[in-house]
T-cell receptor, first 114, second 110 residues
């Protein structure tokens, strides 16, 4: 399995509090992604990174920010958590793009905002 | 229209059955295609890539139809352990953003 870990694995937080999720990889892959997965919506891209300090928004980026100061770490921050951000969050990594380039996923973080 | 569309199912089949899923994509510039498998409460994992010439891996066969813009996954001799959600993934040319379908749920029963 690819060396990708997410922390924490589970978190319960209160509305209005900041939350940071961490994705750590040991594969030295260039591309990193944050997705959220909700019933009826599938995987939706929040933010992605194509290099250190190079990030961009995905389709559901409102309320989220990211940072990548090192190749191995990609942080997702909910500045002020809302109940609509209760979800399962997956980090993924990819070495390159194009044919035969698969994305590897972390085990996910289950976030509950109460 | 969503870029990648799948029938959510569930497909409920008996052991030993053959089942097929389709996935349609809207962007003709799509370059690479994959099927992922996701077990309940787990992360998605690559099942197989999909090549223009079609490819087979044991009981699984993947096909690409560029003219009609869809890919398919055929599972023969279904096993109970095949029960999962199958996600279709499409990458656009020169894009590093994999686009996922919502997944098709398969339930194989005894």
């Amino acid at each position: 399995d690819a060396g990708i870990t997410q922390s924490p694995r589970h978190k319960v937080t209160e509305t209005g509090t900041p939350v940071t999720l961490r994705c750590h990889q040991t594969e030295n892959h260039r591309y990193m992604y944050w997705y959220r997965q909700d019933p009826g919506h599938g995987l939706r891209l929040i933010h992605y990174s194509y290099g250190v300090k190079d990030t961009d928004k995905g389709e559901v980026s409102d309320g989220y920010s990211v940072s990548r100061s090192k190749t191995e770490d990609f942080l997702l921050t909910l500045e002020s958590a809302t109940s609509s951000q209760t979800s399962v969050y997956f980090c993924a990594i990819s070495e390159s793009v194009g044919r035969d380039t698969e994305a590897f996923f972390g085990q996910g973080t289950r976030l509950t905002v109460v | 229209r969503k870029e990648v569309e799948q029938d959510p199912g569930p497909f409920n089949v008996p052991e030993g059955a053959t089942v097929a899923f389709n996935c349609t994509y809207s962007n003709s510039a799509s370059q690479s295609f994959f099927w992922y498998r996701q077990d309940c409460r787990k992360e998605p994992k690559l099942l197989m890539s999909v090549y223009s010439s079609g490819n087979e891996d044991g009981r699984f066969t993947a096909q690409l139809n560029r003219a009609s813009q869809y890919i398919s996954l055929l599972i023969r001799d279904s096993k109970l352990s095949d029960s999962a959600t199958y996600l279709c993934v499409v990458n656009l040319l020169r894009s590093y953003i994999p686009t996922f379908g919502r997944g098709t749920s398969l339930i194989v029963h005894p």
